[in-house]
């Protein structure tokens, strides 16, 4: 069984940019969510989507978005970089909507000069 | 809004020592408790769940919590650690009828030899 994979593995962008980080399900997994984890702190809740569809979103501004697509697999854009968005992202797939677990893929490291 | 609070930032034990980390949540209505831990470079990894039932629940590589509703707490602990439990353990919430994981900010544990 596949586990979550994610791509990049490290990413260097500059203030202004665009990004886009892509993250693949585990198998049979409808469901991702995305955290932003800065240094020294813990990951927080960015987004999650569910059958294509975003199905809560944490405190971050409408510069960061995410699609979901038919087979599950899942991109987070961030537009107009900020040298506040360095950090990791971790995407993170569960069986279901609602399932208690999530597994947790190894993550983007995005660093904006 | 739920928070949640790892007293410890960083850890220090010899190996084979005791070790408890602490974690506080900020809320016991309807809330699923979780440890993860991360190593150098990689993702979460689920340790353990607290989800209903028994408030002492056992984990993975010898871990155990115990959720106790009036203090708010879910503290980890290991009886014997390993030079191999050298990690970052966060502590994470979700609240029922919420689709997010709210981490707290981590702590750093050290095993020396």
């Known amino acids: 069984e596949t586990g979550v994979t994610q791509s990049p593995t490290h990413l260097i962008k500059t203030r202004g940019q665009q990004v886009t980080l892509r993250c693949s399900s585990q198998s049979g997994h409808n469901t991702v969510s995305w955290y932003q984890q800065a240094l020294g702190q813990g990951p927080q809740f960015i987004f999650q989507y569910y059958r294509e569809e975003e199905n809560g979103r944490g405190n971050f501004p409408p510069r960061f978005s995410g699609l979901q697509f038919p087979n599950y697999s899942s991109e987070l854009n961030v537009n107009a970089l900020e040298l506040d968005d360095s950090a990791l992202y971790l995407c993170?797939?569960?069986?279901?909507?609602?399932?208690?677990?999530?597994?947790f893929g190894p993550g983007t490291r995005l660093t904006v000069l | 809004a739920q928070s949640v609070t790892q007293l410890d930032s960083q850890v220090p034990v010899f190996e084979e020592a005791p070790v408890e980390l602490r974690c506080n949540y900020s809320?016991?209505?309807?809330?699923?408790l979780f440890w993860y831990v991360q190593y150098p470079n990689q993702g979460l990894q689920l340790l353990l769940k607290y989800l209903s039932g028994s408030t002492l629940v056992k984990g993975i590589n010898g871990f155990e919590a115990e959720f106790n509703k009036s203090q708010t707490s879910f503290h980890l602990r290991k009886p014997s650690v390993h030079i191999s439990d050298t990690a970052e353990y966060f502590c994470a919430v979700r609240q029922g009828g919420s689709e997010k994981l709210v981490f707290g900010k981590g702590t750093k544990l050290t095993v020396n030899p």
């Open positions: 993170a797939s569960s069986l279901v909507q609602g399932s208690w677990e999530q597994f």
């Open positions: 809320s016991s209505v309807s809330v699923y």
